[in-house]
């Protein structure tokens, strides 16, 4: 009796730690991230000495704020922000929260902007259906270090549109972000794309945490080199696609060449893990495609990865080129691999290793071997989808 009586009590705890990973955040289930999904302090320290070498010569924005108004992210510091960065190349931040509108900030072409550990851009709640909190366009050579940025997603002033974004990357070249913390956005956390004929280029994004935004964590629509390293995407939830990394072009004008994600993870994104979703790159001009996804960590999303295919009937040769897949894992989605119609492909796949997990009866996980099987039957129907 007194064995049976601590086994109840064991799986009573099991259950009440199960119920405590998850709370209601306006009207939506938010999940709780465990500590060792976030990129990991040695990561984050490697950027350290850059840090502060540029520390030493920056522009100090306290500096140059009104006296007597330093409220902790209550006053709209927009006007003196954006004439700071007009006038200065490298800025240091205040260690508090500032108050920004929805005109947003702008950088300029060889600009380095440093945030310390208690900064934070809040957005100040509005009626806008697309805003962005800091916006990269058709600029170049740009560092953003340690960013906090948090959202209007609980305060906006009504319900239209979902474009509010955190950091827009746009039709700009040599773009280091480095552990930025991107929370509660109206739409995406980092956009990176570009106008018609003009993809950025050349971004890396370094040990990113996004969570709780209402659209993506991330998305990418047109880019030719972007690096992703160490990022945890997470409860991407409110409005679709509701994914962790959507990689999507707008048109057959925009490129998708030479993405790479190192060491991603997804977190309970509703819809999608990481989605390939390149149907719109077909069109008159020939596109070639090259993607790879190294170790990716996907999950509780129903999707964990979709694979990039073309309604039968396209011209062939319209998009070629290689996605790569290495070492994939997804744990509790109901399709760990989004199912393959009979489309055609002149993207080659390749997926080398992947391991499905589920929730095993009563308590932890449990490889689920059959799934495995059934996904690697259904993509090696397709000539250009190679499973190892």
Not at 189 to 201: A, T
Not at 250 to 269: A, G, H, M, Q, Y
Not at 357 to 368: P, Q, S
Request: hydrophobic share 35%; proline share 4%; charged share 25%.
């Amino acid at each position: 009796m007194k064995h049976f009586i601590i086994i109840v009590y064991l799986f009573s705890l099991s259950l009440l730690s199960f119920a405590q990973q998850t709370e209601m955040r306006g009207g939506l289930k938010y999940y709780k991230i465990d500590k060792k999904y976030y990129p990991s302090a040695v990561e984050k320290s490697k950027f350290d000495t850059e840090i502060k070498q540029y520390s030493q010569t920056a522009f100090k924005v306290d500096n140059a704020l009104p006296k007597g108004k330093k409220t902790k992210g209550q006053v709209d510091y927009t006007t003196e922000i954006q004439k700071l960065i007009d006038q200065y190349d490298v800025l240091l931040f205040p260690d508090y929260p500032l108050l920004i509108n929805e005109k947003g900030l702008k950088v300029r072409s060889n600009q380095v902007l440093i945030f310390p550990p208690n900064s934070k851009l809040i957005m100040k709640a509005n009626n806008k259906p697309r805003y962005v909190l800091l916006l990269i366009q058709e600029v170049q050579n740009v560092k953003i270090y340690n960013v906090k940025m948090e959202g209007d997603r609980y305060q906006h002033l009504n319900s239209e549109g979902e474009w509010g974004m955190g950091i827009r990357v746009f039709g700009a070249k040599n773009v280091k972000i480095v552990n930025p913390i991107i929370e509660k956005m109206w739409g995406d956390g980092i956009y990176i794309g570009g106008p018609r004929g003009k993809e950025s280029k050349s971004v890396d994004v370094y040990n990113a945490v996004l969570d709780n935004n209402r659209r993506n964590a991330i998305s990418i629509t047109s880019a030719d080199g972007v690096n992703i390293y160490n990022a945890l995407c997470a409860n991407s939830n409110g409005n679709l696609p509701k994914g962790g990394i959507d990689i999507e072009p707008n048109s057959n004008e925009n490129v998708i060449d030479n993405i790479k994600l190192i060491n991603p993870i997804t977190f309970r994104n509703p819809v999608y893990g990481i989605a390939l979703s390149l149907g719109k790159l077909v069109g008159e001009k020939r596109k070639t495609v090259n993607i790879t996804i190294e170790n990716p960590l996907i999950i509780g999303s129903k999707f964990g990865l979709t694979v990039p295919s073309f309604k039968a009937g396209f011209k062939k040769n319209q998009v070629v080129g290689t996605v790569t897949v290495n070492n994939l894992q997804v744990y509790y989605s109901s399709n760990p691999v989004k199912n393959v119609p009979e489309f055609e492909y002149d993207v080659n796949v390749v997926f080398n290793n992947f391991k499905f997990f589920n929730t095993k009866k009563g308590a932890g996980t449990i490889r689920n071997e059959k799934i495995e099987r059934q996904v690697q039957t259904n993509l090696s129907k397709f000539q250009r989808i190679n499973v190892k």
